[in-house]
């Protein structure tokens, strides 16, 4: 596992989201941490418009789960926010892994996972405030030779 740091400012975000979205696979996992408002959806967002999905992605806070499928995006990919989610046994409920088969998934507030996540994930934990931010990215070894920043 290799630790990339990045300073970046809250107008760069949608550029390093897509770089990252451009690069996903199917049955690649991106978890997104940081405290609220520091611009999870944001780089969600910005990883699916790279996939081609016009419009803006609405948060998933109350959904819990978004899906997204071809024609609108070229891969499934379900953007996912557990910030809602108390117990961790309410996750089997989500069928979380059915979407690894063919696609990826967008995780807001992994650490809701426990100690559920999974091997291989890209952990990218946000933080800063104001315009400032820093991305710490956790690059495991499936994404060191396509990590784009």
Not at 41 to 63: C, I, N, Q
Not at 85 to 99: A, F, H, K, R
Not at 114 to 119: A, C, L, R, S
């Amino acid at each position: 596992m290799t630790i990339h740091s990045l300073d970046y400012t809250l107008g760069e975000a949608e550029r390093i989201g897509a770089a990252i979205g451009a690069v996903l696979r199917p049955g690649d996992i991106i978890a997104l941490s940081g405290d609220l408002g520091a611009g999870k959806t944001t780089l969600a967002r910005a990883m699916l418009k790279a996939r081609g999905l016009a419009g803006e992605a609405p948060s998933p806070t109350f959904a819990i789960v978004q899906p997204y499928a071809p024609p609108e995006i070229d891969m499934p990919i379900a953007h996912v926010d557990l910030y809602r989610i108390e117990d961790v046994g309410e996750l089997i409920e989500l069928g979380l892994d059915d979407y690894l088969y063919d696609g990826a998934l967008l995780i807001e507030w992994p650490e809701r996972l426990g100690d559920g996540g999974w091997p291989g994930m890209l952990d990218l934990v946000i933080s800063g405030s104001g315009d400032a931010r820093v991305l710490t990215a956790s690059v495991p070894p499936a994404w060191e030779a396509r990590w784009p920043l």
